[in-house]
């Protein structure tokens, strides 16, 4: 996603920041969901929970990568359990390996210290920062390249603003980071659904 920190208030607007809009315009035609703000909110809330929001809103903040993203990253990559590790070794709410860790940060890292919630968040974002920057923020390249790495994208074909971005998606070579790739915008697009801002400005009450 773009680095800006933006407040999305339609599915358009969503689609403009970046390459999204073949691929967002599908995901949300395709969604089935409840017709009435009150209905819509407690799906959002279970299933988007927006949890250790301090410490995403100021790595959001600090790094200037969007709040919609991280979450959906955190959500894919731990459920939000800060203490999870994964069996190739990564840590934590964003699952970080050490030696990505300890590339991010000016000191040395002790045991468990992955563990603390506002620590991995902010090495997390700064990660994604340098991702974003790497592929002149383009957000799929830099959410697939969270889970298989930038040496493994910077091998698969460039994906064109012309492309039907769904396309390059369906052509990751590597099905996990396939699956996960369209997890994460799956759950960025569930974050950044901007009905939910109608509801809360049209009325906070309705349904």
Not at 198 to 204: D, L, P, Q, T, Y
């Amino acid at each position: 996603m773009s680095g800006r920190n933006v407040t999305v208030t339609s599915i358009s607007e969503l689609a403009q920041i970046s390459p999204l809009s073949g691929l967002i315009s599908k995901f949300s035609s395709a969604k089935a969901m409840p017709s009435s703000c009150s209905a819509r909110r407690t799906l959002q809330q279970s299933q988007s929970p927006v949890l250790f929001a301090q410490e995403m809103q100021t790595a959001s903040e600090q790094q200037g990568v969007r709040l919609e993203l991280l979450l959906a990253i955190a959500k894919q990559e731990s459920r939000f359990a800060p203490a999870v590790r994964s069996v190739a070794g990564a840590i934590g709410l964003m699952q970080l390996m050490p030696a990505t860790a300890a590339s991010l940060i000016d000191r040395p890292l002790e045991e468990g210290d992955l563990e603390q919630p506002a620590l991995n968040v902010s090495l997390g974002a700064a990660y994604l920062r340098d991702l974003l920057d790497l592929w002149n923020d383009d957000p799929f390249r830099s959410i697939a390249s969270y889970n298989a790495g930038p040496g493994a994208v910077a091998s698969w074909p460039t994906p064109e603003a012309n492309d039907d971005i769904e396309l390059w998606v369906e052509r990751i070579p590597y099905p996990e980071t396939r699956y996960y790739t369209k997890k994460v915008l799956d759950n960025l697009l569930s974050y950044s659904d901007p009905t939910l801002r109608f509801c809360e400005e049209a009325g906070r009450g309705m349904g």
